[in-house]
């Protein structure tokens, strides 16, 4: 069974509409498990108060927590694979424009062996 909020006026009244029935909904009001509102511009969003509350099981805590951290564990592995894909290519770049192997390695924080390498390789 839906919930059925008549016109409110504004956002602010809406939203607190909203907050009142999830209020009532966790302490056991359970027929007005969801609700439909429709904003101003005509978009409908249906809210499922059973849903919200299942999702704020503290056994859910965790596993959102993990998640972010996969999120900003695999950003950051593309972004060190784009660093390092430009630094190999800035090497490249020092190398053919007649830089010497020894300066080159110097300012990219390596040894000439590895700058020798990059150079070997071809970027892909």
Do not use: C
Request: cysteine-free; proline content about 2%.
């Amino acid at each position: 069974m839906a919930g059925h909020l008549s016109s409110t006026g504004s956002k602010a009244a809406a939203d607190r509409a909203v907050d009142d029935l999830r209020h009532r909904y966790r302490p056991g009001v359970k027929a007005l498990r969801t609700v439909r509102v429709i904003d101003p511009e005509g978009n409908l969003r249906i809210l499922d108060f059973e849903r919200e509350a299942a999702m704020m099981d503290p056994g859910l805590d965790l596993i959102r927590q993990r998640a972010r951290v996969r999120e900003r564990v695999s950003v950051a592995r593309v972004a060190a694979e784009q660093a390092t894909e430009d630094w190999e290519l800035s090497i490249r770049d020092a190398l053919a424009a007649g830089l010497s192997e020894s300066l080159v390695a110097e300012a990219a924080g390596t040894n000439v062996s590895h700058v020798r390498a990059l150079q070997r390789r071809k970027h892909t």
